[in-house]
């Protein structure tokens, strides 16, 4: 959905919504080529050269969703939480204090800050349509609420790393409440993830909530209907990879793809294209990339499959 009424001409932003059945819809607040241009030089220039924590994997160079979840293979247990609303969470103060804090000036901190957050127009908001269960109001009016004032807007290329940042402080306080449960903690954007051993699982209640408290102290909100905990008798997943004993692909998942690929030989890839991707080799290419980084002999085996794909048809 597009930002309704001619005052979108005026505005540093582009909004779109993502339909998420039975939860508010997540706005995506993509700026224009110029902000977009000013925001990238100060990505390179300011905030890679500041480290994020070392718990932090999400946008940090080196780092992706397998380091993040290779910290948790092979353990007994694993509990994750999602952080509710996470970009929309963090406000102009934290990220003014995050510019502070690297040593800027107040105006200048002020400046950055300012070319680096936003509000969501009103027009756009009071378009949407309201959620038709009850119980999603209050989620869907907090929400409005933290669009409504200064924030990160999720869509920025400056958002991931300041919110990184902004999330230091959580990140040490989750990173000591994990050494003293003898576990082990590691956060990939919204999602935080311990794990460990039998002993853990027991202290699960105490876990739950602390987390709830210290986020809550740091500004932001857990989602409980998104946590999970899973021993290893069950599928443990970390930001969609299994870990039960190395970062690997889900084997239903693996398994939709060669089925994919192998169709695709048979009957010609344009049959197998049901979301019209535009670059439908390039998709699968991508796909295939990806078990390959996780399992480098199922890689080559969907590469075999996918090299028997006659392109030409």
Request: aromatic share 6%; net charge positive.
């Given at each position: 959905?597009?930002?309704?009424g001619?005052g979108g001409r005026?505005?540093n932003y582009h909004?779109?919504?993502?339909?998420?059945p039975?939860?508010s819809p997540r706005?995506?607040?993509?700026?224009?080529?110029?902000l977009k241009t000013?925001?990238?030089?100060?990505?390179h220039?300011?905030l890679?050269w500041?480290?994020?924590?070392?718990a932090?994997?999400g946008?940090v160079?080196?780092?992706?969703?397998?380091?993040?979840?290779?910290r948790?293979?092979?353990?007994?247990?694993?509990i994750r939480?999602d952080?509710r609303d996470f970009?929309a969470?963090?406000?102009?103060?934290?990220?003014?204090?995050?510019?502070?804090t690297?040593?800027y000036?107040?105006?200048?901190?002020?400046?950055?800050?300012?070319l680096?957050?936003n509000?969501?127009?009103a027009s756009?908001w009071h378009?949407?349509?309201?959620?038709a269960?009850p119980a999603?109001l209050?989620?869907h009016?907090?929400?409005?609420r933290?669009?409504?004032?200064?924030?990160?807007?999720q869509?920025?290329?400056t958002?991931?790393?300041?919110?990184?940042?902004?999330?230091?402080?959580l990140?040490r306080?989750?990173?000591?409440?994990a050494?003293?449960l003898?576990?082990?903690?590691?956060?990939?954007?919204?999602d935080l993830?311990?794990s460990g051993?039998?002993?853990l699982a027991?202290?699960t209640p105490?876990l739950?909530?602390?987390?709830?408290?210290?986020?809550?102290?740091e500004?932001?909100a857990?989602?409980?209907a998104k946590s999970t905990?899973?021993?290893?008798?069950?599928?443990q997943?970390v930001c969609?990879?299994?870990?039960?004993?190395?970062?690997?692909?889900?084997?239903d998942?693996y398994d939709r793809?060669?089925a994919?690929?192998?169709?695709?030989?048979?009957q010609?890839?344009?049959t197998q294209n049901?979301?019209?991707?535009?670059?439908?080799?390039?998709?699968?290419?991508g796909?295939?990339?990806w078990?390959?980084a996780l399992?480098h002999?199922?890689?080559?085996?969907?590469h075999?499959?996918?090299?028997?794909?006659?392109?030409?048809?």
């Open positions: 959905m597009r930002d309704p001619t005026l505005r909004y779109a919504t993502i339909v998420r039975g939860r706005v995506i607040e993509r700026p224009k080529p110029r000013i925001q990238r030089r100060l990505l220039e300011i890679d500041i480290p994020a924590h070392e932090a994997h946008f160079a080196g780092r992706s969703v397998i380091s993040h979840a290779s948790h293979s092979g353990r007994f247990v694993v939480f952080l970009f969470s963090i406000k102009a103060a934290r990220v003014y204090g995050v510019f502070r690297a040593g000036p107040e105006a200048v901190a002020h400046t950055l800050t300012g680096t957050t509000v969501v127009s756009f378009a949407l349509p309201r959620p269960d999603q209050s989620a009016h907090r929400l409005a933290q669009l409504a004032t200064p924030h990160l807007p869509g920025a290329p958002s991931p790393a300041l919110a990184n940042l902004a999330a230091s402080r990140d306080r989750l990173t000591g409440l050494a003293r003898d576990a082990t903690y590691s956060r990939y954007a919204d993830t311990f051993p039998a002993r027991r202290q105490l739950r909530r602390a987390v709830a408290d210290i986020a809550r102290e500004g932001f857990v989602n409980e905990f899973v021993t290893g008798a069950g599928r997943l969609g990879v299994v870990v039960n004993r190395r970062p690997n692909l889900a084997r998942e793809l060669k994919i690929l192998h169709n695709a030989a048979l010609g890839p344009a049901r979301s019209a991707h535009e670059d439908f080799r390039a998709h699968l290419l796909r295939i990339a078990v390959a399992n002999d199922r890689g080559e085996k969907l075999g499959r996918f090299a028997a794909i006659d392109w030409n048809e």
